[in-house]
């Protein structure tokens, strides 16, 4: 059976810092979210025109960064 997929949209500003991004947990801004997958999951990051991208990743593998950040963060 195939994992339930999940895409992380970024939306970049102008100067190239994140403005928005989605599934970012509670405690994080923006770009710390952003940096985060950057060095977790560079891999699976796709750049779309327009100042946008995106991260394509499974459920689980979302559960875990999310984890991992909190814990980094506390």
């Avoid at 190239?16 to 699976?44: C, H, K, M």
Wanted: net charge negative.
């Amino acid at each position: 059976m195939d994992a339930e997929k999940v895409i992380i949209h970024a939306r970049f500003a102008p100067n190239g810092t994140i403005v928005e991004i989605s599934e970012r947990p509670a405690g994080l801004d923006p770009q710390d979210w952003f940096n985060f997958l950057s060095y977790r999951a560079a891999d699976t990051y796709q750049a779309l025109a327009g100042g946008r991208g995106v991260f394509r990743l499974d459920r689980a593998s979302v559960d875990a960064l999310k984890v991992e950040s909190a814990a980094k963060a506390a």
